[in-house]
């Protein structure tokens, strides 16, 4: 069974790219959801490793970024999801 890490969004960009980050085994990552969908590995970390993250509850004050990306995706913005990411 693999080991599961849960990865944590630590920064969203004026473009939109995502900033996740490992805090188990440093695997960082961008990411932007699609249409125009990218993902760019920065630091493999545990490449055995299941890495999966979650969003919590947007703040309410969420910014135009945000408020984008939830649309865009149709995210409920009232749960977060679970991605394999």
């Known amino acids: 069974m693999r080991k ?7 920064r969203v960009g004026e473009s939109g790219l995502e900033e996740w980050v ?3 085994c440093g695997r960082r990552l961008m990411l932007r959801w699609p ?13 055995e490793a299941g890495h999966v993250g979650a969003l919590e509850t947007p ?21 977060g999801h679970a991605e394999a990411i």
Do not use: F, S
Not at 4 to 10: L, R, Y
Not at 40 to 46: A, K, M, S, T, Y
Not at 62 to 77: F, K, M, N, P, S
């Open 4 to 10: 599961a890490h849960e990865m944590q969004m630590v």
């Open 22 to 24: 490992c805090p188990i």
């Open 35 to 47: 249409p125009n969908y990218e993902k760019r590995v920065i630091e493999p970390g545990d490449e």
């Open 59 to 79: 703040a309410v004050n969420a910014g135009a970024c945000e408020r984008r990306w939830l649309r865009e995706t149709g995210r409920d913005h009232h749960t």
